[in-house]
């Protein structure tokens, strides 16, 4: 004789309300330490995108002096522009090649307090765009078709270019330039010291 079991349904498989919380809170927990950890390295990563906007061009400016044979300036102006202007001979203009500005609140400025990169290019005089022998608002600053970096008189150059967000230390980054090589170097603040990129 056979037996049937009318209105028994057979054991399902499944989580419990307990473990479906327990998993809810967990994910909860790990979103807010992602959260918390995004939000405090944004101002790094903003920071990090402006060196390389000025690491950029100044590479790219010494690049086509060389290989247009022509002196290129660059200016830092505005507090956030980048620009790159090419000296044309023989009726002394000038063409400008680009114009990059930094976004997201960076700009050309010191935190007070960090003082100079380890190249000391400053010459104790740390601003936020430190080119100590250039004149000119902005400074006339340029690279020569051999590469090197220089003044307005033609005299070799070493500077340094600041980027930051205001009041914001761990965002600061900058930019040194090499005059006798044109060489260009990325330093990042790591809360201590100046680190190179």
């Known amino acids: 004789m056979t037996t049937s079991r009318i209105g028994c349904r057979p054991a399902q498989a499944g989580f419990s309300l307990v473990e479906m919380v327990v998993v809810m809170g967990l994910v909860g927990v790990l979103s ?15 920071g990090d995108g402006a060196m390389r906007v000025v690491l950029s061009q100044m590479t790219a400016a ?39 500005s930094m976004e997201g609140g960076l700009q050309f400025a010191i935190i007070a ?57 761990t965002s600061a980054r900058a930019v040194t330039i090499l005059g006798a090589t044109g060489r260009v170097r990325g330093y990042r603040w790591d809360g201590r010291a100046w680190m190179a990129v």
Do not use: W, Y
């Not at 807010?32 to 903003?46: D, E, F, H, T, Y």
């Not at 002196?71 to 009726?91: C, H, S, W």
């Open 32 to 46: 807010a330490m992602a959260v918390l950890q995004i939000n405090a390295s944004r101002p790094g990563l903003k």
């Open 62 to 100: 010494r690049e086509l002096a060389i290989t247009q044979r022509r002196n290129v300036r660059v200016t830092f102006t505005a507090g956030i522009l980048v620009q790159t202007i090419r000296e044309d001979a023989p009726a002394a203009t000038q063409t400008t090649l680009s114009s990059v």
């Open 113 to 169: 307090g960090l003082g100079d990169t380890p190249d000391n290019f400053c010459n104790g005089s740390v601003t936020a765009v430190s080119f100590p022998t250039a004149t000119g608002t902005p400074p006339e600053v340029k690279f020569t078709p051999d590469g090197t970096f220089v003044n307005q008189l033609g005299h070799t150059l070493n500077g340094t270019v600041f980027v930051s967000l205001p009041d914001e230390p």
